[in-house]
């Protein structure tokens, strides 16, 4: 094959991918108004978050903890809540269409199941997570104002919330993978959420934890999902950051292969059963 027909070839592969992404993305916006009614959630979290973190700081009599005064905190929290909650719940999906032998069905498409899956994870995620941005961000500024930031810090994180959504993505995909083998995912994915949750810094910022915890949990993925965006934007440390996002696209390219693997193996395995 010459260059230029690889070229093409290459290009009419992503085309079709970038094709899924925009069909999610319209469609999600389509009923924004019902993801907006879903998000009042978000507010009653963020509110309630803001009055905790208030007392919290008002108790201690301290301004700063860890590097975050009260302000840096809520925003925090309005991002790892705006991802997390944005993000759609692909193991439930993904369970039926194995456990049915719908995914035999899909396997006769000219896509790649996962990145089928990818783009249109990636078009969901998208808008959901930019409202629930608007949202969360709309809480801290009432209570707070704005943050400080800088163009960079804002650049770098909107590519932190892109390797976010992906690697939450790799998370789902290998669970829901998984179920070529097992009978149920839902207990896996439980786990991953939980982790993602505490050990990922959703909740409360890696740095409040103990010292000897917080190392511990800079240096696993779940980090990637919560604590990575959230610090980009509130707590920007260029000295820091380029190590942070290298080891978050390894952690990324590391599941994305991981997902790859079991993908042919499972596929491999559904075509020797007959599936």
């Given at each position: 094959?010459g260059?230029?027909k690889r070229?093409s070839?290459?290009?009419?592969?992503w085309?079709?991918?970038?094709?899924?992404?925009?069909?999610?993305?319209?469609?999600q916006?389509?009923?924004?108004?019902?993801?907006?009614?879903?998000?009042?959630?978000l507010?009653?979290?963020?509110y309630?978050?803001?009055?905790?973190?208030?007392t919290?700081?008002?108790?201690?009599?301290?301004l700063?903890?860890?590097?975050?005064d009260?302000?840096?905190?809520?925003?925090y929290?309005a991002?790892?809540?705006?991802?997390?909650?944005?993000t759609p719940?692909?193991?439930?999906?993904?369970?039926?269409?194995?456990?049915e032998g719908?995914?035999?069905?899909?396997?006769?498409?000219?896509v790649?199941?996962?990145?089928?899956?990818y783009a249109?994870?990636?078009?969901?995620?998208?808008?959901?997570?930019?409202?629930?941005?608007?949202i969360?961000?709309?809480v801290?500024?009432?209570?707070f104002?704005?943050?400080?930031?800088?163009?960079?810090a804002?650049?770098?994180?909107?590519l932190?919330?892109?390797?976010?959504?992906?690697?939450?993505?790799?998370?789902?995909?290998?669970?829901?993978?998984?179920?070529?083998?097992?009978?149920?995912?839902r207990?896996?994915?439980?786990?991953?959420?939980?982790?993602?949750m505490?050990l990922?810094?959703m909740?409360?910022?890696?740095p409040l934890?103990?010292?000897?915890?917080a190392?511990?949990c800079l240096?696993?993925?779940?980090?990637?999902?919560?604590?990575?965006?959230?610090n980009?934007?509130?707590?920007?440390?260029?000295?820091?950051?380029?190590?942070?996002?290298?080891?978050?696209?390894?952690?990324?390219?590391?599941?994305?292969?991981?997902?790859?693997?079991?993908?042919?193996?499972?596929?491999?395995?559904?075509?020797?059963q007959?599936?």
């Amino acid at each position: 094959m010459g260059d230029g027909k690889r070229g093409s070839f290459v290009a009419t592969t992503w085309a079709k991918y970038f094709a899924v992404f925009r069909i999610a993305l319209k469609n999600q916006w389509a009923y924004i108004g019902e993801a907006a009614v879903r998000s009042i959630f978000l507010v009653i979290i963020m509110y309630v978050f803001a009055q905790l973190w208030s007392t919290t700081y008002a108790s201690t009599g301290h301004l700063m903890l860890a590097g975050y005064d009260v302000r840096s905190v809520v925003w925090y929290l309005a991002v790892t809540e705006a991802i997390v909650m944005g993000t759609p719940r692909l193991v439930s999906t993904l369970s039926e269409e194995i456990k049915e032998g719908d995914i035999a069905y899909r396997l006769t498409k000219p896509v790649n199941y996962v990145l089928y899956n990818y783009a249109q994870f990636l078009g969901e995620a998208t808008v959901r997570v930019l409202l629930n941005l608007v949202i969360g961000a709309s809480v801290a500024i009432v209570f707070f104002g704005f943050p400080s930031l800088s163009w960079v810090a804002v650049g770098t994180f909107v590519l932190a919330v892109l390797l976010a959504i992906t690697m939450q993505f790799t998370l789902n995909m290998g669970i829901s993978l998984l179920l070529f083998w097992i009978e149920d995912g839902r207990g896996l994915d439980l786990i991953a959420s939980r982790m993602v949750m505490i050990l990922g810094g959703m909740m409360i910022p890696l740095p409040l934890f103990p010292k000897w915890l917080a190392e511990i949990c800079l240096w696993l993925p779940f980090q990637v999902v919560a604590y990575l965006p959230a610090n980009t934007l509130v707590n920007f440390r260029p000295e820091q950051i380029a190590s942070e996002l290298f080891r978050a696209g390894m952690w990324t390219l590391l599941f994305a292969t991981a997902c790859a693997l079991l993908y042919r193996k499972g596929v491999r395995q559904l075509h020797v059963q007959g599936g």
